[in-house]
């Protein structure tokens, strides 16, 4: 065996020309994912696969501390990358050893790991901090919720920033273990399942697990004083409810409606396929606000859902979003017609089993409640802006655009397509144009021109009667210019359209 000598001057020479270029090609990763509408919303340059969070929340001062541990595969060379945070940090580790890290905007949070992170290799990051997510505020606002006894994240777009640090976008899904410790006789809901829960010295840990990818808006903490009812379905899923125990006269109507959960779930499952996760169940918490949010596996609701009376209606809208919404998301935040067109019109074809009106009545009622003049018509629901992202023509006139296509199609194709979009696109990301696709291929229809008008030109679209009775199975043979009658569910449905008021 021969050894090559290398002169020194040689190998200073190789490493010259190695070196330079490794780093030279590890650039920064970028701010923002690539939101057209929240173009700080995300980060570029990695990919997160995993939220290990351990936290500690002391209700009495609204003090939460935590340490993050994120498993990240970088998709370029890394010298920097950024994470969406508003807490203050007081230590990060990128693979172990301690990295820089520096602040900017309204939530970046810039590491520079001590080596550059290589194109194609996990990385764990871990992140220490502490802080009261109540007084972090973006434009004078904040997405965590006091309670008399806690506090809640639940939003939408963004709530994770009030509590771990993350890619903050719906491209970037991950599995979680949150585990939460809180002073005994609190207690912590998150998603998934309550894997165990344990006492030590006055504290409660309680630890969950959400095992399929979850976008980091539809990862929700709730801290506060529960009564906690639990079940299996038939198939053997567990089903977990909360109920703040400071609900007052909503507390009657807030069970009546969440815990048909189960029922619910049933039922979409025969118009949507299979149920996507691994648990089930809803939370009310004693929060002021008026909105509900599909928070995966667990929506959470305001009981103002329920100063009414019971309404089953918002929970059908909650848990269709874990097909829509929650397993297929939007690509951008302006693909949110993929998610709420579909959560409104669930709510009709429940009306239309209850027999509290036809969605074909509902599509009626609306289209006939709004004059053309109304501005509600100049609302885009294919790309409604960001100022409107949340407007009721994305889900009203989004629902009746559903509607147009199953008169187009027939009722055969139509469920087709309902039910094989959520398998076709599970735990993935898609665009309104996907959908379009979708929808042409499965009936054979070109159907731009139909979603062009319903979906992106401002005005209101002619809407026709369904098909003639000759065409497809189960299209009625005539449908009334100017319904008779307000169905019977839709004060309920309209009473969920606050939904995600901010
Ligand atoms: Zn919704």
Redesign the pocket.
């Known amino acids: 065996m021969r050894r090559k000598v290398i002169a020194p001057s040689v190998l200073a020479a190789s490493l010259l020309l190695v070196i330079p270029a490794s780093a030279a090609s590890a650039g920064p990763g970028a701010p923002g994912i690539g939101d057209s509408y929240y173009p700080a919303s995300g980060n570029g340059g990695y990919d997160v696969s995993h939220y290990d969070l351990r936290l500690q929340y002391q209700p009495k001062t609204d003090l939460l501390e935590g340490t993050a541990t994120l498993l990240a595969t970088a998709k370029q060379d890394l010298s920097r990358f950024n994470l969406d945070f508003g807490l203050k940090v007081s230590e990060i580790r990128v693979n172990g050893v301690k990295a820089k890290f520096a602040t900017s905007g309204t939530q970046e949070l810039e590491v520079t790991p001590a080596q550059p992170l290589q194109k194609g290799k996990e990385a764990s990051v871990v992140v220490k901090y502490s802080g009261k997510p109540s007084e972090y505020k973006v434009d004078g606002w904040s997405a965590w919720q006091r309670t008399p006894d806690g506090g809640i994240a639940a939003q939408e777009p963004d709530s994770a920033a009030w509590w771990f640090p993350s890619n903050d976008h719906p491209l970037d899904k991950a599995t979680f273990d949150v585990s939460v410790n809180v002073p005994d006789g609190t207690q912590a809901i998150s998603n998934g399942v309550l894997q165990s829960q344990s006492s030590r010295l006055g504290w409660t840990r309680y630890n969950w697990r959400s095992n399929k990818p979850q976008a980091t808006y539809l990862a929700t903490l709730a801290v506060g004083k529960f009564d906690i009812t639990t079940d299996k379905t038939a198939s053997g899923l567990p089903v977990l409810n909360a109920y703040s125990k400071d609900l007052g006269d909503n507390a009657g109507a807030a069970r009546a409606s969440v815990e048909r959960t189960t029922e619910v779930a049933e039922w979409l499952e025969g118009v949507f396929g299979p149920y996507p996760f691994n648990a089930l169940g809803g939370y009310v918490p004693n929060v002021p606000s008026g909105f509900a949010l ?1 928070t995966q596996t667990r929506p959470f609701y305001s009981p103002r859902q329920f100063a009414n009376g019971a309404n089953v209606s918002v929970v059908v ?1 909650e848990l269709a ?1 874990q097909w829509y919404g929650d397993s297929v998301s939007v690509d951008n935040w302006k693909d949110i017609w993929v ?2 067109g579909f ?1 409104r019109y669930s709510q009709w074809l429940w009306s239309e089993k209850e027999g509290e009106g036809t969605a074909q009545e509902l599509a009626d009622w609306t289209y006939a409640s709004r004059p053309a003049e109304d501005p509600f018509w100049q609302v885009k629901p294919g790309d409604p802006g960001a100022e409107n992202q949340f407007h009721g023509a994305v889900y009203d006139r989004g629902a009746i655009a559903i509607q147009a296509l199953r008169n187009e199609i027939g009722d055969e194709k139509f469920f087709k397509i309902l039910k094989g979009w959520p398998t076709e696109r599970a735990y993935g990301n898609a665009k309104v144009g996907d959908f379009v696709r979708y929808a042409e291929k499965i009936s054979g229809k070109p159907l731009a021109q139909l979603f062009d008008t319903w979906l992106y030109t401002p005005g209101k679209p002619a809407f026709a009667p369904p098909a003639t009775a000759a065409k497809g199975a189960g299209a009625r043979s005539q449908a009334p210019a100017k319904p008779a009658a307000e169905p019977k569910s839709w004060k309920k449905i309209a009473a969920t359209n606050n ?2 008021e901010h």
């Open positions: 599909e809208h979003h998610n709420e959560a939904l995600h």
